[in-house]
């Protein structure tokens, strides 16, 4: 059961907890977290260049609780945006692939890795760990091979596992195991994961 945070006001009264932890905290209890996690686990999938784990992570710091669910949302999500996109590259394989490789970080060099790599059809050829190549160029190279779609949707759930769960079981513990400092230092803790990101991305797209 989720615990939400407090505060006791002057008239001894317990009000709900105030600062932007304590908001992402009641926004991930609700129907807006998972919605989130999993629409922009959709459009990343498809087309979108920043992957879900920007919203994920801080809404798993602020609720750790809610872990589980909202990994459920991204990987539901992750696996509805690769049905499109295979479906749009069975239909348009040119246009799809212009796409594709229109979009920063990406180009035909890496989509010929991912299709020597799905080649064989095993879903834990496109397994892994920390940042590497998208999970779309993955599926348009998968659509495009001799697999079977059964076996991509297994890829996806084993890649959206070992790429975005061992950071989700960091930010759960900690979120989990050191509340109060999270919510005492919740500045330094923002600036330093935009921080994160913003380093993590200005090195992929160098």
Wanted: glycine share 12%; aromatic share 8%.
């Amino acid at each position: 059961m989720l615990e939400h945070h407090t505060a006791v006001d002057s008239t001894g009264a317990s009000t709900p907890a105030q600062g932007a932890i304590a908001q992402l905290e009641r926004f991930a209890a609700g129907r807006g977290g998972p919605m989130l996690v999993g629409l922009w686990a959709f459009g990343e999938a498809i087309v979108l260049p920043v992957v879900p784990d920007v919203a994920l992570g801080l809404l798993v710091l602020a609720a750790p609780r809610r872990a589980a669910i909202l990994f459920a949302a991204l990987v539901a999500g992750s696996l509805a945006g690769t049905a499109v996109l295979y479906g749009w590259v069975l239909a348009a394989p040119d246009a799809a692939t212009s796409m594709i490789l229109a979009l920063p970080g990406i180009d035909g060099a890496m989509l010929d890795g991912a299709r020597a790599a799905v080649a064989t059809g095993d879903p834990f050829a496109i397994a892994l760990f920390g940042p590497g190549t998208p999970l779309k160029v993955d599926s348009l190279a998968w659509a495009t091979g001799p697999a079977s779609p059964l076996a991509l949707a297994l890829g996806v759930v084993v890649n959206r596992v070992t790429r975005v769960g061992p950071g989700l079981v960091v930010v759960a513990l900690l979120g989990r195991f050191a509340p109060g400092l999270v919510r005492r230092q919740e500045r330094l803790v923002l600036v330093a994961y935009a921080t994160f990101w913003v380093a993590l991305y200005a090195l992929y797209l160098s």
